[in-house]
């Protein structure tokens, strides 16, 4: 469920809503064919973006080597729009006006990007989680090794 801009749809109704106010239940509407599902109309799609599981999303598309060209334009697509709209000086918001550094969003934006080709922008995001009170936790081998795939020295 792609979305134009870019980005990937958080989820769609199973159930349908028909022109006389019933609800057809997923399973009966999801059994028709195309035709019979666009006559009775289409469910609703929650389009938010959420930073961690498109970023997620992304990376496996552009991994992906059964990915399309279009597949992975769209990919790069979405994370340009959580890059202009849910990155902020290094900082991942979970959604537009949502929580902020929540760390499974941070480095699944890290992790897409590096998948993109662009750690100019993963390096910038972990920058800013790369603090003492990390560091103070002693070692991390995620921590560790993403650093090192990011050309960066661990600081003391």
């Known amino acids: 469920m792609t979305l134009p801009g870019g980005g990937y749809a958080n989820a769609v109704r199973g159930e349908v809503e028909l022109a006389d106010g019933r609800i057809e239940e997923g399973f009966s509407y999801f059994a028709k064919d195309d035709a019979g599902r666009r006559a009775a109309g289409l469910p609703s799609v929650d389009r938010r973006v959420f930073a961690g599981?498109?970023?997620d999303m992304a990376r496996a598309v552009l991994r992906s080597r059964a990915a399309t060209a279009a597949q992975k334009a769209h990919a790069r697509r979405t994370l340009d729009f959580v890059w202009t709209r849910l990155v902020k000086d290094g900082k991942v918001s979970r959604t537009a006006g949502g929580l902020d550094d929540w760390p499974p969003d941070q480095w699944a934006v890290i992790e897409a990007e590096l998948a993109a080709g662009r750690p100019e922008r993963a390096r910038k995001i972990f920058a800013r989680q790369d603090t003492p009170a990390l560091r103070a936790l002693g070692?991390?081998?995620y921590a560790d090794t993403l650093r090192?795939?990011?050309?960066?020295?661990r600081k003391k």
């Open 148 to 153: 090192a795939r990011l050309g960066l020295t």
């Open 53 to 55: 599981p498109n970023a």
């Open 139 to 141: 070692p991390n081998v």
